[in-house]
Structures are given as structure tokens and as C-alpha cells.
């Protein structure tokens, strides 16, 4: 399969990486390790609920951290087993440039060496400790409608909706409700309107919570009828924001 086209990076500081075409940073400049575990985990409620064979999906895979964040929360519960981790990725970093994004976090090197030297080798079946990942290439909007699994849990990370609405869009949320098990939930840093809107349309429960690092909200939700059902909002009106990130 075609991996797909590179980013073209610039470095923030010599070490956050920016993706040219969007110009955004793949994580917060405030702290990516930090703020995965502020909205993707605790948006989430996990570790709490993490278990042998519990699914987590996610959005733009970039440079790993979100994988190699909930590895060390999963090794650190010293629960048995292993989780499923999907993640779909329409630019594939190169793995060296992961390795120069991922330098900045010393506590991921030890689980990140064999994800960057099967990264190395193109793999995208990758069983690390603890967590066996797939990686999906191609564009989300293509290939997320194709996946025939469903996740407990997703982390959606395309970059922020103003600079990057493909990866927000009414369709695409409401894939994601269709693959999601019942009970599941989804965390995203952004509080955007529109995008909160398209995700309780599916049936989604969702709430505003407190963002990470000055970000006022973030948004959250759990899967609360079939995917498709009618609107259940929970909290401030949906309407009442016009954020776009
Ligand atoms: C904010 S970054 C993700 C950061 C990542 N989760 C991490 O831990 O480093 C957003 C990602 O979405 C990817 N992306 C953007 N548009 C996409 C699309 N239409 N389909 C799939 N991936 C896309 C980008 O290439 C980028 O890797």
C-alpha cells in the first residue's frame, strides 16, 4: 500500500514539530505529554477503564505521543493484558522525525525505540508492550468508512478545525459514532461549535469541560443511543459558542 505523502515539518523551538500545510503544531507547546493526559485520558475516563482488549481509535496519528502516553498510563496501572490502539493517518511522518519530536519526552524512549524502528520499516501492525497498534494510511474521510472495528474510546486529534475542517466535518462524526461501541466515548481539545454540534447529532452525549493550559474548554462525550439517534445535550448550549479551535 502507498504510505502517502510526508508532512513538510518546521520545528518550533528546534523541537515541536508544525505541519507546514496546516500550520499548527501537533501538540501543545504547553506540554504534549500533559495535555494527552488532560483531554485525550482524562477526557476519556481512562486509566480507569482500561482492560484486557479495550479499543482506543484515533484521528492523526503524527508523531505517536498520544500511543506512547497511554502505553506508560496502561503500564502503569500493572493491569494483565494488552489494549488496541487504531489510529488513522493520511501523512505519515518519517520515523526519524518522529524520533526528534518524541526526544522531548525521555519517559516514552524506552516504549518509543520499537515503535520508531518498526515505523523505520514502514510496518503499521505494531505490537508494542502493552498495546497492539494498527495504523490506518490514507485519508480519514476514505478510509475510517471502510474499518469494520469499533472503538471503546477515541482521541480525536486532526489538527484544530479552523486550519484543518476535513478533519471535522458532519460525515466524519458521524463515523465515528458508527464506530463506536455502545457506552464509548471520544475527548477532543477543541470546543469548537460546529464540531460539538455534528458529534451530539449522532447520538453522542457531550460536554464542555476545562481545557488544558489557558484553553478554556474542551469537549467530551459518551455514546448514549445508536449512532444516528436524535441530540442529547448535556450543559452550556451548543449554540452558545462560536469557538473555532
Ligand atoms: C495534531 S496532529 C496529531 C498528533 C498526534 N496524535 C500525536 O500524538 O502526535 C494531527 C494529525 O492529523 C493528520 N491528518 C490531517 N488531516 C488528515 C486526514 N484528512 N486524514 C487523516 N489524518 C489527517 C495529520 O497528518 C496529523 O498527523
Avoid at 44 to 60: K, S, T, V, Y
Avoid at 115 to 124: E, I, M, P
Amino acid at each position: 500500500m502507498d504510505p502517502g505523502p510526508q508532512p513538510e515539518l518546521d520545528w518550533k523551538d528546534g523541537r515541536i514539530p508544525v505541519a507546514r500545510a496546516f500550520d499548527d503544531p501537533y501538540f501543545s507547546l504547553a506540554g504534549g505529554l500533559e495535555e494527552c493526559r488532560h483531554v485525550f485520558l482524562a477526557g476519556n475516563d481512562l486509566p480507569q477503564r482500561l482492560c484486557d482488549g479495550f479499543h482506543i481509535a484515533e484521528l492523526g496519528f503524527g508523531t505517536g505521543l498520544n500511543l506512547l502516553t497511554l502505553a506508560l498510563e496502561w503500564a502503569r496501572t500493572g493491569r494483565p493484558g494488552c489494549l488496541r490502539f487504531t489510529s488513522f493517518e493520511a501523512f505519515p511522518m518519517a520515523a526519524a522525525d518522529m524520533a526528534r519530536a518524541l526526544a522531548a519526552f525521555p519517559a516514552a524512549a524506552a516504549i518509543a525505540a520499537p515503535l520508531l524502528a518498526a515505523r523505520a520499516q514502514g510496518a503499521t501492525e505494531i505490537a508494542l508492550p502493552g498495546v497492539d497498534l494498527r495504523l490506518i494510511l490514507g485519508d480519514a474521510r476514505e478510509t475510517l468508512g471502510q474499518w469494520d472495528g469499533v472503538a471503546d474510546a477515541w482521541f480525536l486529534d486532526g489538527f484544530s478545525p479552523a486550519k484543518n475542517p476535513q478533519m471535522w466535518g458532519e460525515a466524519l462524526m458521524a463515523e465515528v459514532a458508527r464506530h463506536t461501541a455502545p457506552g464509548g466515548s471520544f475527548a477532543t481539545y477543541t470546543a469548537a461549535g460546529h464540531v460539538r454540534r455534528a458529534l451530539a447529532a449522532t447520538g453522542f452525549q457531550v460536554e464542555r469541560a476545562p481545557g488544558f493550559a489557558g484553553k478554556r474548554h474542551m469537549t467530551k462525550g459518551r455514546l448514549v443511543g445508536a449512532p444516528g439517534q436524535a441530540p442529547v445535550i448535556a450543559g452550556p448550549s451548543l449554540q452558545a459558542s462560536a469557538s473555532s479551535s
